[in-house]
């Protein structure tokens, strides 16, 4: 399996992201896309994408569904707090996704998560931690 940077070097960081993935039910997904909103709302890239990116894409990582195999989540963890209201103006001309933004990080190193979801293509609400 390729990791992404983190979980490449630091063990526990892996299991975290082992654990995380398994409680959201998403595997590791991969595009090409800038930003991963195109894939994830349409399910491939654009020709043009929107340019540059906001300062909540740090420590970005795409998932798929691991029930459906299809674009489920554009998963991102900046060292800042993110007002909701930022991530939901930058995702606003993709009516089927939905964001939510929270502590819940798997990067650690006082991250926050800032889930960007297609919710028809994600197959289970979260579990909770144990």
């Known amino acids: 399996m390729h990791w992404p940077y983190g979980p490449n070097i630091y063990v526990q ?3 975290d992201l082992l654990d995380w993935a398994d409680r959201h039910d998403v ?9 991963g909103l195109h ?5 491939r890239c654009a020709k043009r ?4 990116r906001p300062g909540f894409y740090d420590h970005t990582t795409t998932w798929l569904s ?7 989540l554009v ?10 209201a930022e991530v939901w103006d930058y995702i606003s001309e993709y009516p089927s996704l939905t964001a939510e933004v929270g502590p819940e990080s ?5 991250t926050s998560g800032v889930y ?11 579990r909770p931690l144990r």
């Open 13 to 15: 960081m892996r299991a």
């Open 27 to 35: 595997k590791s997904g991969n595009t090409g896309c800038s930003s």
């Open 39 to 43: 894939w994830l709302g349409r399910g």
């Open 49 to 52: 994408e929107r340019q540059g």
């Open 66 to 72: 691991r029930t459906t195999g299809r674009p489920a």
């Open 75 to 84: 998963f991102n963890q900046p060292y800042r707090q993110v007002d909701p």
């Open 106 to 110: 798997w990067y650690g190193a006082g």
């Open 116 to 126: 960007i979801w297609n919710d028809g293509n994600r197959s289970v609400t979260v």
